[in-house]
């Protein structure tokens, strides 16, 4: 080291450096991993959709992974970064033994509304990366220095992630039109009352229609998914403080705080206020 810093120059100017890259630190980061099909789809064959980011690394076995209705395809050494809000599922996974890496976490000064699904690769700068943040999870130490190297390791992973820009397209399935248009409307209309009969109305067809297609096609009532996307479009909310928790329930098309309260505690299974910023309850 001292060689080192004998081979340091004077710097041109001493107010002007390097400066570091715009990314953001994650926060609240769990890990945890899969083994199996059947722990993959928790035993159901229920979509999954939740409030926080999910960086999935395949170190073992191949699957898909069917975001919004566009399936992409993870072999060992892929990664796929799911924002917030997106209706995934998990099809064709190998058989027998398997070791997918969740990583899940929290970006609040990223919009997740306009994020797309990102998948990259396991390289030789970002595999030690992500050995490094697993360590640190595995220590247990929860400390200051142990937390910030979780962090900063795993904020370097997500920045070797390439652009959307940069991406092959995904083949979209025959589902991804519908949710598109769903999601379309509910973003348009985020602070009207979501009525499946003005829903299907606006976009042309029945209101029968809405609700048998959008089940055989994802698993779940088309109510469903709309009480919690704006559930959880709350909850992203709520935690990056944009508002009282009544600004939020009204800017999420909820008609009453007491029933912003009462669908958010059932889908969430936690009250709006224990989830409001600066609150590190989960």
Known sequence: MAAAAGRLAAPADYFCGRRRPAIEIPD????????????LKDGTLQPHFHHRWVLIAALAGRGNVVADGISYRLAPGGL???????????????KGA????????????????????????????????LNDALRAWGSG?????????????????????????EQKAALPSDDHALL??????????????????????????????LRAIFRRRHGISVGRYVREARCRLAALE?????????????????????????????????????????????
């Not at 398997?98 to 690769?121: K, N, Q, Y």
């Not at 400390?143 to 979780?150: C, I, V, Y």
Request: proline residues 5%; aromatic residues 8%; positive net charge.
């Open 80 to 94: 796929l970064l799911l924002p917030p809000l997106r209706l995934h599922r998990y099809e064709r996974i190998a």
């Open 98 to 129: 398997i070791c997918w890496l969740f990583m899940t976490f929290e970006l609040t000064a990223r919009d997740a509304r306009s994020a797309v699904p990102t998948p990259g690769r396991l390289t030789r700068e970002s595999l030690p990366l």
């Open 238 to 282: 709520l935690r990056a403080g944009r508002g009282s928790i009544a600004d939020v329930a009204e800017a999420c098309g909820f008609g009453s705080v007491y029933s912003f309260g009462r669908t958010f505690k059932r889908v969430l299974g936690i009250a709006p206020g224990a989830f409001s910023k600066g609150n590190s309850r989960r």
């Open 180 to 209: 598109a248009k769903i999601n379309a409307w509910l973003a348009s209309h985020s602070a009207t009352a979501a009525r499946l009969q003005i829903i299907a109305r606006d976009l042309g067809v029945s209101e029968s229609h």
């Open 28 to 39: 609240n980061i769990l890990f945890f991993r899969r083994a199996s099909a059947h722990e």
């Open 141 to 165: 130490d929860v400390g200051p220095a142990a937390s910030a190297r979780l962090a900063s390791s795993l904020a370097l992973v997500l920045l070797s992630l390439r652009a959307p820009s």
